[in-house]
């Protein structure tokens, strides 16, 4: 158990329809990484938030996009979906920005139809 | 850019057997090295770590030597048991931040 929770663990969405998706962070963690793994790859890098400023980002689409809160929860939302973008999404929390161990949540599994 | 390469599955071995999984990478700077756990319908969960060269993590009977001349970082343990049936994940965090970069995964089954 690390203390990371995700919601929902799974959803179905249509094609072109909005999704949000909610990580709860480790108590004491200002960090929070989103992650994506589609079935039979290693997670992707999307995004991370420090402090409610997005760190980084990897190589996804504007339509990608997050949020921290000022109790560093964050979200992650996709707008117009697209079937590929059906995978298990990752939250991952730290406590500090470098290379430190991170948490991670047992994920939000999305199927797009 | 920084990238994780690790020896594709699956992998089948006998229980008591010996494992290795191998794990290179490639990184600007001092990277950290991670090792993964990922049991089926769950998410990730570290099994060890490493954060400068010749650094040993072992968590569990694995083990795993950060190795900057090859870059490499090959998981391995002695007596593999049906438990650790899972996917392992070798990952870097580079020094500028810690986002993480994994490797395809590998898939670990261990029959009686």
């Known amino acids: 158990e690390t203390g990371v929770t995700q919601s929902p663990t799974h959803l179905i969405k249509t094609r072109g329809q909005q999704v949000t998706l909610r990580c709860s962070s480790q108590?004491?963690?200002?960090?929070v990484s989103w992650y994506q793994q589609a079935l039979g790859q290693g997670p992707q890098f999307i995004f991370q938030?420090?402090?409610?400023?997005?760190?980084g980002r990897g190589n996804f689409p504007p339509r990608f996009s997050g949020l921290q809160f000022p109790n560093y929860s964050s979200e992650l939302n996709v707008n117009a979906l697209e079937l590929d973008d059906s995978a298990l999404y990752l939250c991952?929390?730290?406590?500090?920005?470098?290379?430190?161990?991170?948490?991670f949540g047992q994920g939000t599994r999305l199927t797009v139809v | 850019g920084d990238s994780v390469t690790q020896m594709e599955g699956p992998v089948t071995l006998s229980e008591e057997a010996f494992l290795t999984i191998n794990c290179t990478y490639t990184?600007?700077?001092?990277?950290?090295l991670f090792w993964y756990v990922q049991y089926p319908g769950e998410g990730l969960q570290l099994l060890l770590k490493?954060?400068?060269?010749?650094d040993k993590g072992s968590n569990k009977g694995f083990e795993a030597t950060y190795r900057k001349e090859t870059t490499s970082f090959h998981l391995e343990k002695g007596s593999v048991q049906v438990s650790d049936s899972a996917v392992y994940f070798c990952?870097?965090?580079?020094?500028?931040?810690?986002?993480?970069?994994f490797g395809t995964g590998t898939s670990l089954t261990v029959i009686p």
């Open positions: 991952a929390s730290s406590s500090e920005i470098l290379n430190t161990e991170a948490f």
């Open positions: 108590s004491g963690h200002n960090t």
């Open positions: 938030y420090y402090r409610e400023e997005e760190n």
């Open positions: 990184a600007t700077g001092y990277p950290s």
């Open positions: 490493a954060t400068k060269a010749d």
């Open positions: 990952a870097l965090s580079p020094n500028t931040g810690n986002q993480f970069y």
